[in-house]
């Protein structure tokens, strides 16, 4: 039984059939967890659709709408570039409900999970690259709004550049965002992050790993989060095809697990999400995806969470 819960539900699935976004993978990575004997059943927790209230803290009432009444424009399914039907909506609304609930655990466990979520593309009023609704930016504001934390912090590891993160959060005092991603990809314009780390291509696992934990425990000893969300991409392996960065499996596995580090020797509670992965084999985005949990729960161990008094 593992020290916290994972988030997770069947209708993750985007329903994109053989597209380079592997939807599937949700499921995928489920049954891995629970077929190599990580999690049994009492471990998940199937999440709640977000309610339209707190998709409302993060996206205009036009682009909900939209989503809402299969009213896209042409060019708004251009941009998300995944075609519309009422599943990917619902998926998306699930996704949010996810990691909602994912940061509802971490308050309490230390750590959240959510199997899904990480669409860190999503801006408030339109969906781009495979992202129509930023998940991490709504349950943000659900804590805030709640009164059950003031200041997050994104630590965002995808290869693309966490642009939905960065538009929605800039000049909002409350919440540090850090992206670490490869300089020359989508997206084409990149808004500031708090932090951006801009990886040349083909980098490696000492480089890299060096940059972002400089930069992580700097920004956690100046920020002092009360939370950190985690979007653990799978696409900076090498050979990835939406990537060209080259990390091994090791030094993802490595990079997760340092950040997690340093995020429970600050007694932080941490959120994980997915995000993208788009490795020849699904086997190896699988196993990368897997390979955030085994991290998680190895750091739990080793650093139990003390619960802060009154939360
Ligand atoms: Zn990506």
Redesign the pocket.
């Known amino acids: 039984m593992l020290p916290f819960k994972l988030i997770y539900h069947e209708r993750y699935d985007l329903n994109l059939g053989t597209h380079v976004f592997p939807s599937q993978k949700y499921r995928l990575i489920a049954d891995k967890l629970t077929k190599d004997a990580v999690a049994s059943r009492e471990d998940f927790l199937h999440p709640e659709p977000a309610s339209d209230t707190d998709i409302l803290r993060v996206h205009t009432g036009d682009w909900v709408n939209k989503l809402k009444t299969g009213t896209l424009t042409l060019s708004d399914v251009m941009k998300l570039e995944v075609p519309y039907s009422p599943e990917l909506v619902s998926a998306f609304w699930l996704a949010a409900g996810g990691t909602i609930s994912a940061a509802q655990s971490a308050l309490r466990d230390g750590f959240g999970c959510n199997l899904g979520g990480g669409f860190h593309h999503a801006h408030p009023g339109h969906g781009e690259g495979f992202c129509a609704i930023h998940d991490v930016a709504v349950a943000i504001r659900r804590l805030q709004a709640d009164g059950a934390i003031r200041k997050a912090m994104v630590v965002d590891t995808?290869?693309?550049h966490g642009n939905g993160t960065a538009a929605i959060f800039a000049k909002q005092p409350s919440v540090f965002t850090l992206s670490i991603h490869q300089l020359n990809n989508y997206p084409a314009y990149k808004p500031p992050s708090t932090v951006d780390l801009d990886m040349p291509d083909q980098i490696g696992d000492a480089a890299y790993l060096a940059n972002l934990l400089s930069a992580v425990c700097a920004g956690m000893d100046s920020f002092q989060p009360e939370i950190l969300f985690y979007v653990g991409?799978a696409?900076p392996y090498q050979g990835d095809q939406?990537g060209g960065l080259s990390l091994t499996m090791d030094g993802l596995a490595a990079r997760d697990k340092n950040v997690f580090e340093e995020a429970r020797r600050r007694n932080i509670p941490v959120v994980t999400t997915l995000?993208?992965g788009y490795a020849r084999r699904i086997e190896d985005t699988v196993q990368i995806h897997v390979n955030t949990i085994l991290a998680a729960r190895e750091v739990a161990q080793l650093h139990p969470h003390q619960q802060a008094a009154g939360k």
């Open positions: 995808d290869v693309h991409g696409d939406l995000a993208g």
